[in-house]
């Protein structure tokens, strides 16, 4: 597939995930988030929305790349990619809608591996993609330390 179509595609199937995900959370967002007890360092909930905006954007942009490329290894990668967005999906089901903070720790910290695994594999296959993949895992490391926070205190 031509990057020039891959990409947009990408983007898409990005954003119908995120959009997908967050049907799963708005009960829990209303009724059972505020009332966790949550780290000191929770942004504010206006910053979700913005954040996982961007990252889905740079996660489109990035597979797109791979999808684009000639690479023997591209499929492998694209695997990988695959496996972390389901991960990323599947946190928000458990995390929000089964109100879950076990599961969904378990869930990020192998979508952190996952991430980190596309990134080193990306890498060989076009640099861009991994670094677009930087502020993902950046929001993830935070992600996953107020999802411990909030297992370890509620």
Sequence with gaps: MRTSVAIPVSVLVCF???????????????LWYP???RSVYSPPNIVFPIVWSILYLLMGISVGLVIGSKH????RVVAIFIVQLVLNFLWSILFFN??????GLIDIVLLDMAVL??????Y????????????????LVIATYLNGYIFMNN
Excluded: H
């Design 117 to 122: 695994l596309y990134m080193v594999c990306s």
């Design 98 to 103: 089964q109100r879950n903070p076990l599961l």
């Design 16 to 30: 119908a995930v995120g959009l997908t995900a967050s049907y799963f959370q708005n009960e829990s967002l209303a």
């Design 35 to 37: 009332i966790l007890n």
């Design 124 to 139: 060989k296959v076009n640099r861009a993609s991994m670094y677009l993949f930087l502020p993902y895992i950046v929001w």
């Design 72 to 75: 023997p290894q591209r499929g």
